[in-house]
């Protein structure tokens, strides 16, 4: 092994060690809703075109958003990638805001043979993160008004690890990703009231979730010309059954304010591991993409998740949640990838928008979501008489979700940075 290619795996070690131990303090509060807020499942690379991927693929990117991309790969592909970023957070009176750090991806793409691929990887699926404090007045006999402090905590996430493969027949290619989902998510909500003469009351709710998914994808490319080609895609899958174990506990507490912390004082309730179903709804999405070769390619893509009446947890429908859909549109521009001088012609630019309705629905109201994206593919030098090619991707997105008609606005900087090492692996040896 090269003594640069050794150096590039230790800085990527380094960077996934550092993205694991990472000590957000995000604080999200729309996360307390459904499964939490959803995680921006997109390689680096689409993240910057919107998120258009739908319909696209490269030989040395891995798109595991439609897994017959991956009957396109023709080099082993190790890619990882970290995102970091600050949300505001507004709720028409004033404003808070906070950072988060975490890991967003990290797989490994490798060729079968011609027109067959496979990818194995890990990525965070939802994130939950909130602090909320909210004084309001409680009623007492019906004559004594008090007042009181509702506060709202929850942790916790959703993570896969996952195999996939894909096929390229003809101008088709199919592919499905396997996988596993596992991981906790906890909310607690305590009612503090004044003085010490009444003790705090908890309630904690923590569901943890172990569970096989799938899903499946389809692509098509028609050729044009020599140069342009227009390629066509789609994914999809139906309800998903989720095992749940869920562990419920009612308490009263003592509350010190010159710590923030709780003391027990008395259980009231304590349900543990009860075994149920948590249905994880429909989803599906479809796009097109024109390219031209080694120049420019533009796309969009709209995707849709059933929530509304679908997502059931232990057989309850959830009203706080709706149908989804996104429509996303975008484009990269190389000036000239075979240039043997000036670096930033080979560089690829990427600029993308999306639009769409969020899964949460909150006080009748819709929550709408958009942003925009930009990013850029920058080549690492290529070592000489070696068949390895890395990429550093980069993207940077602002969303907003939320309007004047909601609770509250959400503003989010999202800064990704992904790495991808290329190489034939598995080369049979010539000489002994």
């Known amino acids: 092994m090269h003594r640069t290619k050794a150096s ?9 060690l550092l993205a694991i131990n990472a000590t957000a303090q995000d604080n999200s509060p729309y996360s307390r809703y459904g499964l939490g807020d959803l995680n921006n499942n997109q390689n680096i690379v689409n993240r910057g075109m919107g998120g258009v991927s739908q319909a696209y693929n490269d030989p040395t990117s891995v798109n595991f958003i439609n897994p017959a991309s991956y009957s396109n790969l023709l080099l082993t592909s190790l890619d990882i990638a970290v995102e970091g970023g600050a949300r505001n957070i507004n709720d028409g009176k004033g404003s808070f805001s906070s ?30 993160s909130y602090n909320i404090q909210e004084p309001v007045t409680g009623n007492f006999f019906d004559t004594v008004r008090l007042p009181l402090i509702n506060r709202y905590e929850g942790s916790g996430g959703l993570y ?3 195999g996939g493969t894909g096929v390229g027949i003809g101008n088709f290619s199919i592919g499905v990703n396997i996988g596993y989902l596992f991981g906790s998510l906890e909310n607690n909500t305590t009612i503090i009231y004044p003085g010490n003469t009444i003790f705090a009351s908890r309630r904690s709710n923590r569901i943890s979730y172990n569970s096989f998914f799938y899903k499946a994808g389809v692509q098509y490319k028609a050729k044009l010309n020599k140069e342009m080609e227009l390629l066509l895609g789609a994914t999809g899958s139906l309800n998903q059954n989720m095992n749940a174990r ?9 509350y010190d304010a010159s710590t923030n912390d709780f003391t027990n004082q008395d259980t009231v309730l304590y349900a543990k591991g009860a075994k149920g179903t948590v249905v994880y709804p429909t989803e ?14 533009i796309g969009a893509d709209f995707t849709a998740t ?8 232990y057989g309850n429908p959830d009203a706080e949640t709706q149908n989804s859909w996104k429509m996303s549109v975008g484009g990269q521009f190389v000036p000239n990838l075979t240039a043997l001088s000036g670096y930033w012609n080979r560089v690829a ?20 979501l958009f942003g925009a994206t930009i990013g850029a593919g920058l080549p690492v030098r290529r070592l000489p008489y070696s068949n390895q090619y890395s990429m550093l991707n980069l993207a940077l997105e602002v969303a907003h979700r939320g309007n004047s008609e909601t609770a509250l606005k959400e503003t989010v900087y999202r800064f990704s940075i992904g790495f991808t090492l290329s190489d034939r692996w598995f080369i049979k040896r010539k000489y002994d």
Not at 306 to 313: A, D, G, M, R, T
């Open 8 to 16: 590039i795996l230790c800085f990527l070690g380094a960077v996934l």
């Open 99 to 128: 950072g988060f750090g975490t890991l967003s991806y990290l797989q490994l793409g490798i060729p079968l043979r011609k027109k067959w691929g496979m990818n194995l990887g890990l990525r965070p699926v939802t994130r939950v």
């Open 160 to 162: 896969q690890v996952y």
């Open 246 to 254: 869920r562990t419920q506990l009612h308490e009263s507490v003592i």
């Open 284 to 297: 599906y999405g479809g796009g097109l993409l024109l390219r031209k070769l080694d120049k420019w390619q």
């Open 306 to 313: 059933s929530w509304e009446n679908n997502y059931k947890v």
């Open 349 to 368: 630019y990427r600029l993308g928008a999306y639009y769409g309705k969020d899964y949460i629905y909150l006080n009748q109201k819709d929550m709408p």
